[in-house]
């Protein structure tokens, strides 16, 4: 019982100082990845970098200690950093502080689904997202997550549109004309640094090194170049006025918010005393509506107001009295001179400080990152979100799941360790739960640092205990040394990351398994694409695809005639082209025998009873009917008393003890016959063959092969 509570005591007998040795060795190897890694997926998943750290922390030992796997690494991983960051995109800025609140929140719900499933024994629930699915919406999830990267690769800004095709548009639009190139030769120098590493020893900790290169680069070069000025040093009228109504609009959209916050109770509380319907809950429907309506033509404006500022690439001038201001670039008056410096305003949702603008002429860095320890605190619950919540919720504790296993089971497969997918739910679901309480965002297995955590040795699971305290010793000592961290190399270590998503081979394999499952992939694929950033909707395309498949194929099993094949066996007569007796049917149902796919099987009884006018004797061969239910039995009952009502005799073979088991229950065996059953096809071809045959037994394709192509047949 102590085991099944705490299954690190499972592995912690088997630590001794050659484990330890490797298990340290690892842990820090995964560390090593993990820092920079965090980070990058804290800024996929909107919010601030040193959030992505807080991820680290708590989670790695936490799912270690508590799940079935030794070597499998948790953190915060790119798919679902981007749903955690599509999911709340709705109802909060991003990197704001109520953003930040629901993204706790949200891991929070998700470990107590995945706790929930765990201890129930419920994870079976996963097989609802079947592979096919699953790997088209990784396929989608990859080229999105790397996509939106673009921006800080380019090092411009854009506002996020309804659809994340739409931004990409954007994006590249901005970067024709406001590429910062520095900015871009660091990603791709990241990008090439880590790519190389990658194939010489896969062991070497590559974003480590690349990220040590570039932020060194960055920090001697001075590639941060932040200045704040006046408005009135804008020499620019025009910028100015979009200025000045930027603000005026973002004003009165604060105002408004705090204005809607006001009339939500009031109105919450009026449905519930005087009813929907009454006076009074009417009209503060209508001033909510009022607000609502005003608020969204604001953003519109901000938006676009923002959108202008932004192409605005001003450049420096002094006048001859030694002071300087800021003209666009080609409109600095012939008494002045540009020093030759470019700058662009950096703005964000809220109103701009007229008196202290921040103009940035070099590229984004991390910026500066508290030290210390995440704080502990329960994490903020609204209900209201916690209902919208739930769904997508379930969604990323699904998906975050199937992740996890899959790694956890090829892994198990190479250390021949016994994995428990329950046991590793309630692992991952204790540490979103816990995280939460530390500040964390949805958390994973991941694939890569798994890889790492393996070939590096690790034994047991003090490695990620390992990977969790030097995660810790970083955030009490070392953070400051993340300032000058280039945002796009971040961003270059997110499209790293999500190179080994990309899995055409997975389509063209599904499509050869199956024709559909290959189809509802592409289409999981185009939909996710189409839909992003509501990512959810893709994924629920493809499983209603799968289930609605699912349900068909067990409202329609293949049932088929048979005949003899070459090698003695009885086989589908339509699949290999073979002669059928007109006396005696062998008809095979393949499937469950239940209510909605019960009648379906005397349909094909007597479809075969009206096309075959010799016909004597009906043999169900029930191999494949692996279960039977109430609704199954009754029409079975029924197909006896209409067949033999008809004047034809029937008989089954091949019934399993379960499916006999109901037929003795029910009596149902009684009418059938005890002589009516038997074991295999070939006693009940004997048996019948002899009273319902009238031609010679060398003539019949139940005894000798018999091909439809009297070629085939001759040979």
Not at 404 to 425: C, F, V, W, Y
């Amino acid at each position: 019982m102590l085991r099944r509570i705490f299954p690190f005591l499972e592995w912690l007998k088997d630590v001794n100082p050659t484990t330890l040795k490797l298990d340290l060795v690892s842990g820090l190897t995964v560390a090593l990845i993990l820092i920079p890694q965090s980070m990058a997926y804290a800024q996929l998943a909107g919010m601030p970098v040193y959030y992505g750290l807080y991820a680290s922390f708590f989670p790695p030992f936490l799912a270690a200690l508590f799940g079935s796997s030794r070597q499998l690494a948790t953190g915060p991983v790119a798919i679902v950093s981007l749903m955690t960051s599509a999911a709340l995109a709705p109802y909060a800025a991003t990197g704001s502080n109520a953003f930040v609140a629901y993204a706790i929140m949200l891991a929070f719900l998700v470990g107590l689904f995945q706790f929930s499933l765990g201890v129930l024994r419920l994870g079976i629930v996963v097989n609802f997202l079947s592979h096919p699915v699953v790997n088209g919406f990784t396929n989608a999830g990859a080229i999105i997550i790397a996509t939106s990267q673009l921006a800080k690769m380019f090092n411009v800004q854009v506002d996020t549109a309804e659809h994340h095709y739409q931004t990409i548009y954007l994006v590249i639009k901005a970067a024709i004309n406001h590429t910062h190139w520095p900015t871009l030769g660091l990603g791709i120098l990241a990008f090439c640094i880590m790519y190389g590493l990658r194939r010489v020893n896969k062991r070497i900790p590559y974003v480590l090194v690349a990220v040590v290169v570039t932020t060194v680069i960055s920090w001697a070069s001075g590639y941060e170049k932040n200045i704040k000025v006046p408005v009135n040093m804008i020499a620019s009228s025009e910028c100015r006025e979009l200025i000045s109504t930027f603000n005026d609009a973002a004003k009165e959209s604060k105002q408004l918010a705090a204005q809607r916050a006001e009339i939500t109770p009031k109105l919450n509380k009026a449905e519930e005393i005087r009813g929907a319907n009454s006076i009074e809950t009417l009209d503060l429907k209508h001033e909510c509506d009022v607000v609502d309506a005003r608020m969204g033509q604001l953003k519109g404006d901000m938006g676009r107001c923002r959108a202008d500022l932004r192409c605005f690439v001003l450049t420096a001038a002094k006048d001859s009295e030694g002071k300087t201001f800021y003209f666009p670039t080609g409109q600095v008056p012939p008494t002045m001179k540009s020093d030759g410096s470019t700058w662009v305003l950096k703005i964000g949702n809220q109103a701009i400080d007229e008196k202290a603008l921040l103009l940035m002429g070099g590229g984004s860095v991390v910026g500066n990152i508290p030290a210390g320890l995440p704080g502990l605190g329960f994490p903020k619950m609204e209900m209201g979100m916690v209902f919208k919540l739930l769904p997508i919720a379930a969604i990323i504790s699904l998906l975050g799941f199937m992740e996890a296993i899959s790694i956890a089971k090829a892994m198990a497969a190479k250390t021949g360790q016994r994995l428990d997918p329950n046991q590793e739910l309630i692992g991952q679901g204790i540490a979103n739960v816990v995280g939460a309480f530390g500040r964390s965002f949805p958390v994973s297995g991941s694939f890569s640092r798994s890889a790492v955590n393996i070939q590096s040795g690790a034994v047991t699971g003090l490695s990620s205990v390992f990977t969790s305290i030097t995660v810790a010793i970083v955030l009490l000592f070392f953070t400051p040394l993340l300032y000058h961290l280039p945002q796009s190399v971040l961003a270059a270590v997110i499209m790293m990351a999500v190179i080994g998503l990309i899995n055409v081979s997975g389509f063209v394999h599904a499509w050869k398994a199956q024709w559909y499952d290959g189809l509802f992939s592409i289409i999981t694929f185009v939909a996710t694409l189409i839909t992003a950033p509501h990512l959810d909707k893709g994924i629920m395309i493809g499983v209603f695809l799968s289930l609605g498949m699912f349900l068909y194929k067990s409202m329609r099993p293949k049932v088929t005639t048979l005949s003899m094949y070459p090698d003695k066996s009885f086989q589908s007569a339509r699949d290999y082209g073979l002669k059928e007796c007109r006396h005696i049917a062998l008809i095979r149902f393949d499937g469950a025998l239940f209510y909605a796919n019960a009648g379906y099987l005397e349909e094909k009884v007597t479809e075969r009873i009206r096309v075959t006018p010799e016909l004597k004797h009906i043999l169900i061969v029930a191999n494949g009917i692996n279960d039977m239910d109430a609704s199954g039995e009754e029409m079975l009952s029924l197909i006896v008393d209409r067949v033999r009502s008809a004047g034809y005799d029937i008989s089954f073979a091949g019934l399993n003890e379960k499916v006999l088991a109901v037929l003795t229950r029910t009596h149902l065996i009684e009418k059938i016959g005890r002589e009516h059953i038997f074991s295999t096809i070939s006693n009940a071809v004997e048996f019948i063959h002899l009273k319902a045959h009238t031609e010679c037994k060398e003539s019949c394709p139940l005894l000798s092969v018999c091909f439809i192509d009297d070629a085939k047949g001759k040979e």
